[in-house]
């Protein structure tokens, strides 16, 4: 027994944890109530409506005269209530149901989302050396050589709970949700895999924290403005990068089930999609494990496309002002770092804000477009674009 | 990786192998060939070999099961659950089967150049590697030889460099063997759908 761990390395093993819990329990599942909030709100601005503004810490119950409202905007406990409310309304199960699949599908649907983070880069480093960390600290949970593999084939995995959801529920409305939703899924899997081959050729790397030390030192991938950004080359491989980068995102609204193309629960047709027979907490299971892969797959387009949480023009800013704005590996002052968290919290919220704006603004697709969309032009695009990035490397090669 | 969870892994993988044969429901029998891969993907891992067991789970546990799936649930499988006598047959075919592979399996391994060694005896001489893959000249990668030098394991890039360079008419032959097929599927289900219009 002393043998097994002899070998495991304490500080790691304790500084891994922390970041667990850190990354995934105190930023992305806040997050998610974030974007429930910012979704309410946007669209209220969108449709010229108001929109929660009152609901605060319910002071009143307890005698006084006005709620707490959180840094003084109104409604921000919304989110809070919503899921109180969850919480404490019936769960129920029908009789119809295969009972253990009912039960697993919720789980199915929010491990895998909230697993895919780790591959994520959500800082540059920590310098924990006023704690008696002697290393700086990455500010990655796994730092994996495969990374957005990594996230493809845990998400990827995200497709069972919504079959089997639709499946278990035993009932017409959600099968229907299931079916279309995997039919979906399989489509758009293939040319958002296809969309980044381009950017692993560009930078002839996986790894997500190099891909973002580059990108620090060398401008973002589609506003090379710095650095070697500003080489010929970068600029004509931006082409090829700017077609990722839609082809991308297109695709990511696909696998998140978002609008437009969230065929899997329209309301209008299928009453809820592949959750319908669900209520109170497994529901919401449902709604977290959406709104984790939407915050993750921005937090995986920032990375790979926006710098991730690089400052924008850090080197120049650097040598501007004397004080250091990109990160240099092993001195990196720990305020930096927090700042490199904080601009990437910025960014992936921006990129949220984006989902949010498209979903209000756009209506939804009818199923077949939406497979003729995915298989005739997205995955055809996709490929083109590989080609076309493989072409202009042979007069640009990567250094 | 400590023996523990290797030995946690090779359980996962085994017992729902097995799971997939016993099982009554069809959906369980999927699943389960899922969990299976996902228990095979992470002994990959244990062996540094990310790449193919990140591929292990995208491939085989997020697609292709997934469609299996799809195929499951769109078939009525209230008889399959009922249950019918075991084909003796059948039984006595897999387990021959399954004999010949394991033997094959062992001898194969035994042959190695590399068998008798193990991951204490023959580190891995990552920095040495690298210098060897600088001296190659003209096909070096530099990012190959980079990941070498400060002691990662290029799994993926060597991978490719290996499929592309050594095995790149296998590749080929390969795909288009994949084509032929696609073709031929596209083709098969093409002419159903003649077949059931003008019978309608």
């Known amino acids: ?399 | 990786m400590p023996p523990l969870l290797f030995y946690l892994f090779v359980l996962i993988t085994l017992g729902f192998g097995l799971n997939v044969v016993i099982a009554r429901n069809p959906v369980t029998s999927a699943l389960s060939l899922a969990v299976s891969f996902v228990g095979l993907a992470s002994l990959f891992l244990s062996l540094d070999a990310y790449f193919i067991g990140v591929l292990q789970v995208l491939v085989y546990a997020g697609a292709v099961m997934v469609l299996f799936l799809f195929i499951i649930m769109l078939m009525d499988i209230k008889s399959e659950e009922a249950g019918g006598r075991a084909n003796m047959a059948a039984i006595i075919a897999g387990v021959v089967v399954a004999g010949i592979l394991s033997v094959q399996v062992a001898t194969i391994s035994g042959k190695l150049p590399f068998s008798d060694k193990s991951t204490e005896t023959a580190a891995l001489k990552l920095a040495e590697a690298g210098a060897q893959w600088e001296a190659k000249g003209k096909e070096n990668l530099p990012t190959i030889s980079r990941d070498l030098k400060a002691g990662e394991l290029p799994d993926a890039k060597l991978m490719g460099e290996t499929l592309f360079s050594k095995y790149a008419f296998h590749l080929q032959v390969v795909g288009l063997l994949l084509l032929v097929s696609t073709v031929g599927v596209v083709a098969l289900s093409k002419r159903d759908n003649k077949e059931a219009s003008s019978q309608s």
């Open chain 1, 1 to 399: 027994m002393a043998a097994i761990f002899a070998n495991i390395d304490l500080a790691f093993l304790i500084t891994a944890l922390v970041k667990i819990v850190g990354f995934t329990f105190m930023m992305i599942l806040p997050l998610v109530t974030v974007c429930v909030y910012l979704e309410r709100r946007f669209s209220a601005v969108i449709q010229d409506r108001v929109g929660p503004n009152r609901v605060g810490i319910p002071l009143t119950l307890f005698g006084f005269k006005k709620d707490l409202q959180i840094l003084g905007i109104g409604g921000l406990f919304q989110a809070a209530a919503d899921g109180v409310k969850f919480i404490l309304k019936e769960d129920f199960t029908p009789r119809s149901v295969n009972t253990f699949y009912y039960w697993l599908a919720p789980c199915l649907t929010v491990v895998p989302a909230l697993l895919t983070c780790a591959v994520l880069p959500f800082g540059s480093e920590l310098d924990l050396s006023l704690f008696g960390v002697v290393q700086p600290v990455k500010a990655v949970i796994a730092d994996l050589s495969v990374g957005p593999l990594y996230t493809f084939a845990i998400a990827s995995l995200g497709v069972y709970g919504i079959v089997l959801a639709g499946w278990s529920s035993n009932s017409k409305y959600p099968f229907l949700g299931g079916v279309r939703s995997s039919a979906q899924m399989i489509s758009y899997e293939i040319s958002l895999g296809l969309s980044i081959i381009p950017v692993f050729m560009v930078f002839g790397e996986m790894n997500l924290s190099k891909i973002t030390s580059f990108q620090d030192l060398n401008g973002w991938l589609i506003l090379p403005l710095w650095g070697e950004g500003l080489s010929v080359g970068r600029w004509v491989l931006w082409i090829p990068m700017m077609f990722s980068f839609i082809i991308f995102t297109v695709a990511m609204f696909a696998e998140t089930n978002r609008l437009p193309f969230d065929l899997a629960e329209c309301e209008t047709e299928l009453v809820g999609g592949y959750h319908t027979e669900y209520s109170s907490m497994k529901f919401a299971l449902f709604f977290m494990g959406e709104y984790a892969a939407m915050i993750i797959g921005s937090g995986m387009a920032v990375t790979l496309f926006l710098g991730g949480w690089s400052i924008p023009f850090g080197p120049v800013l650097t040598s501007l002002t004397g004080f250091q704005f990109h990160h240099v590996a092993g001195s990196t002052p720990l305020l930096l770092g927090l700042v490199h968290i904080g601009v990437f919290l910025a960014k992936v919220l921006c990129f949220i804000m984006f989902f949010i704006l498209i979903r209000w603004s756009l209506p939804r697709f009818r199923f077949d477009q939406l497979m003729k969309f995915g298989w005739l032009f997205m995955f055809e695009a996709a490929l083109l674009n590989v080609l076309l990035t493989a072409v202009l490397m042979i007069w640009f090669p990567l250094k």
